[in-house]
């Protein structure tokens, strides 16, 4: 009897030592799941791209760095024609504005997909610079000649003083002036939600929502007005598309078996 009960006694300990190394190399396979993604951004102020390198920190966080690509419109633009315009343009507009931002966040799984036709719900934040860059706009301008209606056209710079909408003939080439463009730093910070959606195990497919507030040290002159922004406040959308990278799986990350299904839970 006390020799069958010091069989049952080991092995229950090896029955929970090998349960044990099978929940560590799950935990293992988890943390090592990181992200790389793109996403096509629609911001309350413009459009825009982003990149996304995300690596775990642990079973529900992960951390992530950023970069992105963006134009800058002023609430004020609208875009109008007249009888002469080839195309539309906006009125009063003195420099077009993009900006580069790079950025490093955290994301937190608040929801996990119980399978892969559920949605897993993150929130996620970030902060770092941002570089606005400016040039100015050249339009090209219709000067009378002659009283046969006929006329010259001249590409030149916007001056709300002697300008007239009526005569804006269009745009110069996007490149005129490009030798004018100036630079001017800043800091940003956002966040949002992430919903993630995919079907497959290995592709990243989801739809962010969220907000962002960056901040430049004197306004980007957009407009020829005096209610330029230092202080830019955007709501955004985005899609994001990528894959997911398993460091301790290589064969997994070939192209040939990323979109392959995978039936088994999902872990990421």
């Known amino acids: 009897m006390k020799k069958l009960l010091i069989i049952m006694v080991m092995v229950t300990c090896r029955v929970f030592v090998l349960n044990a190394q099978g929940d560590l190399i799950e935990e293992q396979r988890v943390f090592f799941r990181n992200e790389k993604s793109f996403a096509i951004l629609l911001n309350s102020d413009g ?3 982003n990149f996304r390198d995300a690596r775990r920190i ?16 002023h609430p004020r633009e609208y875009k109008q024609s007249n009888y002469y ?9 003195v420099n077009s504005a993009v900006f580069l931002r790079g950025d490093i966040g955290r994301q937190h799984e608040l929801f ?4 892969l036709g559920g949605i897993a719900v993150r929130y996620f934040y970030a902060a770092g610079p941002t570089i606005a860059f400016y040039k100015p706009i050249f339009y090209r301008v219709l000067y009378p000649v002659s009283n046969n209606y006929e006329y010259v056209v001249r590409e030149e710079k916007f001056d709300i003083q002697i300008h007239d909408p009526s005569l804006i003939y269009g745009k110069a080439s996007f490149v005129k002036g490009m030798d004018e463009t100036k630079v001017l730093p800043g800091l940003f ?14 592709v990243i497919h989801a739809i962010e929502i969220g907000a962002t507030l960056s901040g430049y040290p004197k306004q980007i002159p957009i407009m020829a007005s005096e209610d330029n ?7 955004f959308a985005s899609y994001r598309f990528g894959i997911v990278v398993d460091p301790l799986d290589p064969e997994s ?7 392959r299904r995978r039936r088994s839970a999902v872990v990421y």
Do not use: C, H, M, P
């Open 47 to 49: 459009l825009g791209i």
């Open 58 to 73: 642990d079973y529900l966080n992960k951390r992530f760095f950023e970069i992105e690509l963006g134009t800058l419109k």
């Open 85 to 93: 315009s080839q195309g539309s343009f906006v009125f009063g507009k």
């Open 112 to 115: 996990r997909k119980a399978d």
């Open 189 to 202: 910070v956002k966040g949002g939600f992430n919903f993630e959606y995919s079907k497959e195990d290995k």
């Open 229 to 235: 922004r230092a202080v830019w406040f955007s709501l």
């Open 253 to 259: 990350n070939k192209l040939s078996n990323i979109f």
